[in-house]
């Protein structure tokens, strides 16, 4: 069974940085694709950034490309959301979740919230 568990949530203030850590176990995760994505209060939830296990094809929204990084590592198990110049849009809760190469996302951690005041 695979369990996914965020931390590093919190409160910043507009333009700080902030790291999500997302532990993974219960498998082998060579073949797996982690995503993170976040839902704020009244809105969908929508993509955030995604990375392949084996460290290539990363993909970002446009919204947070060029703020956000996605880095991992292997030896813990662990893929981070490092995000950078925040915004009070940014605030929501952030879930990670991770998805065969081939599959839907359908192992979902169970959220971080982050607040970033203004």
């Known amino acids: 069974q695979v369990q996914l568990v965020e931390s590093g949530g919190g409160l910043v203030q507009d333009g700080g940085p902030l790291r999500l850590s997302c532990a993974a176990s219960g498998r082998t995760f060579s073949r797996y694709v982690v995503g993170w994505f976040r839902q704020a209060p009244g809105k969908e939830r929508e993509f955030v950034a995604s990375?392949?296990?084996?460290?290539?094809?990363?993909t970002y929204a446009d919204s947070v490309n060029g703020r956000f990084t996605i880095p991992r590592d292997n030896a813990k198990n662990t893929v981070y959301l490092q995000m950078n110049s925040l915004k009070p849009e940014d605030t929501a809760v952030y879930y990670c979740?991770?998805?065969?190469?081939?599959?839907?996302?359908?192992?979902w951690g169970q959220g971080t919230q982050v607040t970033v005041s203004s």
């Open positions: 979740a991770c998805r065969l190469l081939s599959g839907q996302f359908n192992y």
């Open positions: 990375i392949r296990w084996s460290g290539d094809s990363i």
